[in-house]
């Protein structure tokens, strides 16, 4: 996979390459620490992320551990665990609509070939409802793409804060002002 993979500006050059990720760590942190997406929301510094989008109810920002440029997690700002029972039909949709608006975004900025979308986390760890949004870049070999693409246990993107700074704004400004209604 060659680094022209982007066609944002600003976008084309960042790393494709893979480092190692200290999967024991993150697990242990999960599993101990307060609900991450709380505290960004709270907006404890220990916490921050690169927010892409957000209202009164939902919030979108970059993965810290990012194992494609792009790669987003969507929530609802309320701690919710389980959406299928604790949301109501209609926020659930408003969610869902936001996550195809950010697909589409996604999809223009990164030229990407598919968005990867799903819900992940435990009542043991990260039980805060959170979907992972990730544009697919063209050219990855089939072997290297579904959740091969997405686990940190093979790697994550070393980007720098100037990188991840830069792909918010692009993402940002692709969402746009987005109304979802109510």
């Known amino acids: 996979m060659t680094e022209k993979q982007n066609t944002a500006g600003g976008l084309e050059k960042l790393p494709l390459a893979k480092v190692p990720f200290e999967i024991d760590d993150y697990v242990a942190r999960t599993r101990t620490d307060s ?6 929301v ?3 510094a220990s916490f921050k992320h690169h927010i892409v ?20 997690i969507v929530c609802p700002k309320e701690h919710i665990e389980d959406y299928a029972v ?11 609509t936001l996550i195809h608006k950010i697909s589409n975004s996604l999809k223009g900025v990164f030229d990407a070939e598919r968005i990867y979308q799903l819900s992940l ?7 805060h409802v959170h979907f992972h949004v990730a544009p697919l870049p063209k050219g990855v070999p089939y072997e290297k793409q579904q959740y091969h693409a997405l686990m940190a246990e093979n790697g ?3 980007l720098s804060e100037e990188e991840f ?12 002002e987005f109304e979802l209604g109510s």
């Open 156 to 158: 994550i993107l070393r």
């Open 86 to 96: 604790d949301m109501e039909l209609q926020s659930y949709l408003r969610l869902q």
């Open 42 to 44: 709270a907006g404890n």
């Open 165 to 176: 700074a830069t792909m918010a704004e692009q993402i940002g400004l692709a969402i746009g």
């Open 53 to 72: 989008w957000e209202n009164k109810e939902f919030i979108a920002f970059l993965n810290k551990y990012p194992t494609l440029p792009g790669y987003l």
């Open 121 to 127: 986390g435990s009542l043991q760890g990260n039980s």
């Open 35 to 40: 609900c991450f997406i709380c505290e960004l």
